[in-house]
C-alpha cells in the first residue's frame, strides 16, 4: 500500500464529496416547487410617476396624531410634538408579533384611506390608527411582505403590490425608529430578483432606504403550529417567524380558487410546498395565518384585479380605487377587502375559516371604521 | 521577449481564455449582458459553424468569427489548442501522465501508437459528411459543447447543492448569521441559481467529462491527441499553417523536448521533428530545450508540409460512406416518423430548421432561467439526440423570457422578441381526468388555473354539482383547457401538486 498523502486525500475527499453531490442531482428529477400566492407587473401605460410625488404626507405619525392612542398603551398621548422615539414607547404590547394589538376604546378596528396618491393613503390610514408607533418600536427589525407573485407584469396591471404604498411604510417604519427594514417575497414565475425589478418594489423600496432581501432556501425552518385545525406543521421562513414587527401588503385581486388575494392569502409567500396547501386552501391558509399573524396588514387596493388573477395581464381587468385599507387585524382587513369585489366575507372560505378559529372578526357591520 | 515569457504569456491568455469562457457560463442566465456576447465562444468555432452551415445550406452572420480561428491556424496552427481551448486549458489542470525515459534511459511514448491519432480525422470526416446529408448529431463530440453541457448539466447544480448544503450549516451557527446572509445576498444571484436546478442525464455528463479528463492519466491531452473532431479540423489546417516548429541542424538529441511535449508529437526517432497536425505552439519544447536559442525556432515556412496522417482518399470515401448510411440508418428508425408527443421544442422553432441548425452546444439550456430546457435522449428521434426540448416537470417556459432565442448562436431557435415570444404556441395542455384531483378526487386544487400566465387564461374553472360515494352532493370546481388560448408555456404542469407525472401535460399540438 502506498501512502496517502494529504494533497491526495484531498482530491478523494473532494471526489466523493462531488459524487454525493451528484447523486441528487440526477435522483431528484422531481422539482418541489410549487405555486405562490403573489402577483406580476407591466409596461407603463400611463404616466404613473405621478405617484411618486406625493410628497405632503397629511397625518405623518411624527406629528401628533389627530387620533387618541390606543388605550392600552399606559403612556399619554396627547403630548404635543411628541419625538419618533417617545412615541415608540408607548407601543410595549406590540412587542410579540404573534400577538396583534388590541383595538380598543378610541382606537378604530380598522383605517380606509380613499383618494389621493398611494404615500398619502398610507400615511392617513396609519395615522387612523394611532400611528405607525403603534406597530413598529424603536430599534425593531421589521420585515414588510407585499405580494410580488411573478415578474411578468409592470404594476399598473395590478398583479403586484403598488411600489409606492411599500415604499411609504418602509418610510414609516425608519420614521418609528426601525433598526431594520426589509421586504422580502417569493413568486411563482420568473426569479424574485426580476419580479422585485419588474414590479418597481426595488427601486422605490430602495429610495426609502429599505432592504430587498432575495429569501434563500436554506433559511426556511420546519415549525409546528400549535392552532392549526388541518396542517400541525409547515416551513416557513425563519425571518418571518422571528421578526419583531411583520408588516402584511397585499395587492387585493381576483383569485381562481379562492376568489380573492387578500391578506392571508399573500402569506403563502414565505412557506414552501405551497401546492401542498391546495388541498384544503381556505382551512390551511387560516392555519398558516395562525403561525404567522403578522402585526399589521395593510391592503393596497390602489388598483384592483377583477378578474384572470392572481397573474392578470389584461388592464381591462383592473380598476383604480385610490384606496388603503390598514388593521392590525388580518381578518378585518380582509373581511371589509371583499366589498371593493361585491363579495361578503362569508363568500372567502379562509375568511370563514380563521374568523372560526377565532384569529380576527369578520363581522365588518360592527367593526369600529374610520373613513379617511 | 525571453522564452520563459512567453511561455507565461501563454499560460496568461489559456487562463484568460477559460475564465472568459466561464464567465460567459456565469452570466447566461443574468440578462445583463448581450446574449450574442454570451454565445462568443460557440461562434469561434469553426468546426461547429462549417458543420452548421453545411447542413443547414445557409450562413448564419455570427458564425463569420469563426473565420477568425481558421486565420489564425493558417498562420499559427494549433495554436487555438494550446493558447485558447478551453477544454484542453482544463486538462492542462489536471494531473497528467507525461512522457519519460524508460529504464533503460530509452524515450518511452505514452499512449497508443501514433496512427491512433487519425481517430479525431475519421470523427471530423463522419462529422462533416453527416452534415452535408443535414444531420449535426455528432457535434455533441465538439470540445465547447462538452465543456458548456457538462458544465450546465452536471457541474454548476452540483456545486449550488454543495454550497447551499454548507450554507445551510453554517447560517444555524449564530455569529456566521449575518456572514452568510450577505455571502449569499451577494454570490447566489451572480453565480448560483436562486432554486436548485435538476437536470436529465446530469450523472451521465459529469461522466463524459471527468472520462476525457481521466484519459489524461493514459497520456498528457490524449482527448486532443487522438479524439478531438476540432482538433482534427485544426490539424487539417495547420498542413498549411505559416509558423512551424523546426528542429536546427546542431540538436544534440537531449531528448528533453520528447519528454516536455504535451501531445507527444516529437519523434526522437525521426530527428526530433514534429507533426505540425499535432504541435499546438505550446512553447514547451523551446523552454527544455538547453540550447533553445539555436535548436528549435518557430518560423514562417513556405508551402505545404506532408503530416504523418494525410488521409487517403479511400479513408475519405470510408468516412463518407460511414456518414451517410449513419443518417440512413437514423432516419430508418420509427422514432423519426412518430417522434415523441412530449417533443416540446423552445419558442419559435421550426423542427427542420432546428435539426440543420441546432450544433448542441447547450447555451439555451445554460440561459434557460427555470432549467426548463433539457437535452431531448429519444424524443426527437436518435437524431435528435440532445437537441432542446421543454420538460415542464422541471421548469416552465418563463412568461417573461425570451432568453433561448437571443443565445442560440446559429439561429436554431429564432430571437423572438418578447410580445412575440409571449404569442408563440409551442405545445398544449391537456388534463388527465383520471389523475386531476379535482376531475378524479373530487377536491378543489385548481393550481393549474392560478399558474396559468396569459392575461385571458387559457384554464377555466367550471362549478359542478358531483355525487360523492356517499351519496351527498358537492360543488366542485373543474379545470379546462381552452386549447384555442392555450400556448404551451407548461407552468401548470410544473406546479400541478401531484406525485410523479403531472395531472396536466403539455404535448405536440394533436392536431399538429
Redesign the interface.
Known amino acids: 500500500m502506498s501512502k496517502l498523502s494529504r494533497r491526495n486525500f484531498i482530491r478523494t475527499l473532494a471526489a466523493s ?2 459524487a454525493v ?6 435522483a ?4 418541489n ?3 405562490a400566492t403573489s402577483e ?1 407587473t407591466q409596461p407603463a401605460a400611463e404616466s404613473q410617476l405621478a405617484e411618486s410625488t406625493s410628497t405632503q404626507a397629511l397625518n405623518s405619525p411624527t406629528q401628533t396624531s389627530p387620533v387618541p392612542c390606543s388605550g392600552s398603551d399606559s403612556q399619554p398621548c396627547d403630548t404635543p410634538s411628541t419625538s419618533p422615539v417617545e412615541m415608540a414607547a408607548p407601543t410595549e404590547q406590540v412587542k410579540e408579533p404573534a400577538e396583534p394589538a388590541q383595538p380598543s376604546a378610541g382606537i378604530p378596528d380598522l383605517a380606509v384611506a380613499r383618494g389621493g396618491e398611494p404615500e398619502d393613503l398610507v400615511r392617513r390610514a396609519l395615522a387612523a390608527l394611532g400611528g405607525i408607533e403603534r406597530f413598529v418600536k424603536k430599534d425593531a427589525r421589521v420585515i414588510i411582505k407585499p405580494n410580488i407573485c ?3 407584469h409592470t404594476y399598473e396591471y395590478a398583479t403586484t403590490t403598488n411600489p409606492w404604498v411599500v415604499g411609504a411604510l418602509v418610510k414609516l417604519a425608519w420614521e418609528a425608529g426601525a433598526k431594520t427594514v426589509q421586504v422580502m417575497d417569493t413568486g ?7 419580479g422585485y425589478d ?1 414590479s418597481g418594489i426595488q427601486e422605490q423600496v430602495e429610495l426609502a432606504g429599505g432592504e430587498m ?2 429569501m ?4 426556511y425552518v420546519s415549525s409546528p403550529i400549535p392552532d392549526g385545525r388541518d396542517i400541525k406543521e409547515w416551513e416557513f421562513y425563519e425571518d418571518i417567524l422571528n421578526a419583531d414587527m411583520l408588516i402584511n401588503v397585499p395587492i387585493a385581486k381576483d ?3 379562492t376568489r380573492l388575494t387578500l391578506g392571508m392569502k399573500n402569506l403563502m409567500g414565505v412557506v414552501l410546498n405551497r ?2 396547501l ?4 381556505g382551512q390551511r391558509i387560516a392555519d398558516i395565518t395562525s403561525r404567522i399573524r403578522p402585526g399589521l396588514t395593510v391592503i393596497d387596493a390602489v388598483r384592483i384585479l377583477t378578474a ?1 388573477g ?5 388592464l381591462d ?1 383592473v380598476k383604480k380605487l385610490d384606496t388603503v385599507i390598514a388593521s392590525p387585524d388580518i381578518v378585518a382587513a380582509d373581511s371589509y377587502a371583499t366589498r371593493l369585489f361585491d363579495l361578503k366575507p362569508d363568500d372567502i372560505r379562509y375568511i370563514v375559516a380563521a374568523a372560526d378559529m377565532g384569529l380576527g372578526r369578520k363581522d365588518v357591520e360592527n367593526m369600529v371604521i374610520s373613513e379617511v | 521577449m525571453k522564452i520563459k515569457h512567453w511561455i507565461l504569456l501563454r499560460k496568461a491568455l489559456q487562463g484568460l481564455a477559460l475564465i472568459g469562457f466561464l464567465a460567459l457560463f456565469l452570466a447566461a442566465p443574468l440578462r445583463s449582458w448581450s446574449m450574442q456576447t454570451i454565445n462568443l465562444p460557440m461562434r469561434l468555432d469553426p468546426l461547429a459553424m462549417l458543420a452548421q452551415s453545411l447542413a443547414s445550406r445557409s450562413f448564419v452572420a455570427g458564425s463569420a468569427l469563426a473565420i477568425g480561428v481558421i486565420v489564425l491556424t493558417l498562420v499559427f496552427g494549433r495554436s487555438w489548442c494550446g493558447w485558447l481551448c478551453p477544454l484542453g486549458t482544463v486538462l492542462d489542470l489536471f494531473p497528467s501522465k507525461k512522457a519519460s525515459r524508460s529504464s533503460s534511459g530509452e524515450p518511452y511514448r505514452l499512449g497508443p501508437r501514433g496512427s491512433w491519432r487519425r481517430w479525431k480525422y475519421i470523427l471530423l470526416l463522419v462529422i462533416l459528411g453527416m452534415a452535408l446529408f443535414g444531420s449535426l448529431t455528432l457535434l455533441f463530440l465538439d470540445p465547447l459543447t462538452i465543456l458548456e453541457r457538462s458544465l450546465t448539466a452536471a457541474i454548476w447544480p452540483a456545486l449550488d447543492r454543495m454550497v447551499t448544503a454548507a450554507e445551510t450549516v453554517l447560517v444555524r451557527v449564530p455569529f456566521l448569521e449575518e456572514p452568510i446572509m450577505k455571502f449569499d445576498a451577494l454570490v447566489r444571484p451572480i453565480l448560483l441559481p436562486e432554486r436548485f436546478i435538476y437536470s436529465r442525464s446530469a450523472v451521465l455528463f459529469a461522466f463524459i467529462l471527468a472520462g476525457i479528463i481521466a484519459l489524461n492519466m493514459v497520456a498528457r491531452r490524449f482527448w486532443c491527441r487522438y479524439l478531438c473532431p476540432l482538433g482534427g479540423f485544426l490539424g487539417f489546417l495547420s498542413k498549411f499553417a505559416l509558423f512551424r516548429r523546426r528542429v536546427s541542424e546542431d540538436c544534440k538529441g537531449c531528448k528533453l523536448c520528447f519528454t516536455a511535449c504535451p501531445t507527444g508529437t516529437i519523434d526522437p526517432e525521426n530527428g526530433y521533428a514534429s507533426d505540425p497536425a499535432e504541435c499546438t505552439l505550446c512553447l514547451d519544447c523551446l523552454e527544455a530545450c538547453p540550447r533553445s536559442d539555436i535548436t528549435v525556432n518557430l518560423e514562417p515556412v513556405l508551402g505545404p508540409w506532408k503530416p504523418d496522417y494525410d488521409p487517403s482518399r479511400r479513408q475519405v470515401l470510408y468516412s463518407l460512406a460511414a456518414a451517410a448510411t449513419s443518417v440512413a440508418i437514423f432516419r430508418s428508425d420509427w422514432l423519426h416518423l412518430q417522434p415523441s408527443p412530449f417533443q416540446v421544442r423552445p419558442p419559435g422553432s421550426i423542427e427542420s430548421e432546428l435539426m440543420s441548425h441546432c450544433v448542441r452546444c447547450a447555451e439555451c439550456l445554460r440561459a434557460c432561467p427555470t432549467g426548463a430546457l433539457q437535452p431531448a435522449i429519444s424524443e426527437a428521434g436518435i437524431e435528435g439526440l440532445w437537441t432542446p426540448i421543454l420538460l415542464p416537470r422541471l421548469g416552465y417556459c418563463d412568461f417573461a423570457c425570451n432568453a433561448c432565442g437571443q443565445v442560440c448562436p446559429t439561429q436554431a431557435i429564432p430571437a423572438l422578441s418578447l410580445e412575440e415570444k409571449q404569442t408563440q404556441v409551442i405545445g398544449k395542455a391537456y388534463i388527465d381526468e383520471n389523475r386531476c384531483i379535482a376531475w378524479a378526487d373530487h377536491t378543489d386544487c385548481i393550481v393549474c388555473e392560478e399558474m396559468c400566465p396569459l392575461p385571458e387564461k387559457a384554464i377555466q374553472l367550471d362549478e359542478q354539482q358531483v355525487t360523492l360515494s356517499d351519496g351527498s352532493q358537492k360543488t366542485i370546481k373543474l379545470p379546462h383547457v381552452l386549447r384555442e388560448r392555450c400556448i404551451g408555456c407548461g407552468i401548470c404542469e410544473y406546479k400541478c401538486p401531484l406525485v410523479g407525472e403531472a395531472a396536466i401535460r403539455v404535448r405536440v399540438s394533436a392536431q399538429g
Open positions: 464529496a462531488g453531490a451528484l447523486s441528487p442531482v440526477l431528484g428529477c422531481q422539482p416547487q410549487n405555486p406580476p411573478t415578474d411578468y411563482f414565475g420568473g426569479s424574485p430578483k426580476s419588474r432581501v432575495v434563500p432556501s436554506f433559511k383569485h381562481g380558487s401546492g401542498g391546495h388541498a384544503n386552501l384572470n392572481p397573474t392578470g395581464g389584461n381587468d
